[in-house]
């Protein structure tokens, strides 16, 4: 309990401090930009291959399996949600609202969450959790505020994302058992380990950018009870039932219950769906996961 108290007064902290940093205008618009690029195309993959360099078993063969299972299944279960909760909301809130249904912000912020509640294989099993929804971002995700993109072009978005290498690498690494050479290694853990820092800092920058008095709205209020209560809740009950492994548990209803992925704003705006909309959905859905992210921590820890 005390050490997820601190784990969580340290990354509230941390979003204090970026959400300062973006007011004072310390960093603006394009250095918030520059830093969300650095933490998606070097830090979290250096971070998720970190978590690959582990000894493989069968335990953890069959966690993976599982838990790719449930993430699986969970992406299909929020298709549907997106595809007949917001139909009565404007055809462009609806695709705002479809796609933070189906793209949460998982990689971001529950990657450093998953390795402070559950250590360096809660990470290894965010990691794999993520390729299911990394794909569905790709297809399925940009298909809500597009035509649905070509076999060819999806694809290529997939397997050139930089967290699909980096979990193709640690995979090899993990199996074979070859590890890079020492100062290799040192690296790669050096920046690993700026991924809370700098993936907490981003998200108070985005926190700064919503005016707190046009923050609630409706439909804001709704989606997040769907996106941090409703589906988390969804996959916690059939864990239970089905006895799974408390880690793989663990990570899935955590990674499950995290809040609207900030590509939301970078697509709405893309494809001129409701900008500011797209923003309240995820600063709202953001704050509010400060608050029941540890809520869903202690059931965990108590059931």
Avoid at 22 to 49: F, R
Avoid at 293 to 300: E, H, M, N, V, Y
Wanted: glycine share 4%; proline share 4%.
């Amino acid at each position: 309990m005390k050490e997820l108290v601190n784990l969580q007064l340290m990354m509230f902290a941390l979003i204090i401090i970026g959400l300062i940093l973006k007011k004072a205008k310390v960093i603006g618009k394009e250095g918030q930009k520059s830093m969300t690029n650095l933490v998606i195309d070097l830090i979290l993959p250096c971070n998720i291959i970190f978590s690959f360099m582990i000894k493989f078993s069968s335990k953890i063969a069959q966690d993976f399996m599982v838990i790719l299972i449930i993430s699986i299944l969970i992406q299909v279960f929020c298709v549907i949600l997106g595809s007949v909760l917001y139909n009565k909301c404007s055809v462009k809130r609806k695709k705002c609202l479809r796609y933070a249904t189906i793209c949460s912000n998982a990689g971001f912020l529950g990657n450093p969450i998953a390795q402070g509640v559950y250590g360096m294989m809660g990470l290894t099993l965010a990691s794999i959790y993520l390729i299911p929804q990394r794909i569905m971002m790709w297809s399925e995700g940009v298909s809500v505020f597009t035509e649905a993109p070509t076999k060819k072009e999806m694809l290529k978005k997939i397997f050139s994302h930089p967290c699909i290498i980096a979990c193709e690498i640690g995979v090899v690494l993990m199996l074979t058992g070859w590890r890079p050479p020492h100062f290799l290694q040192e690296t790669i853990t050096s920046i690993s380990n700026c991924n809370t820092a700098m993936s907490m800092l981003v998200i108070g920058m985005i926190l700064a950018d919503a005016d707190p008095r046009t923050l609630v709205d409706k439909d804001v209020l709704f989606y997040s009870v769907i996106r941090l209560i409703i589906i988390p809740f969804c996959v916690f009950i059939p864990c239970l039932m089905f006895h799974i492994d408390s880690l793989v548990k663990g990570v899935s209803v955590l990674l499950a219950a995290m809040p609207a992925g900030a590509t939301t704003t970078i697509l709405a705006s893309k494809y001129d769906c409701e900008e500011e909309f797209s923003v309240k959905l995820v600063v709202f859905s953001t704050a509010a996961s400060l608050i029941t992210t540890p809520i869903w921590s202690l059931i965990l820890m108590k059931v």
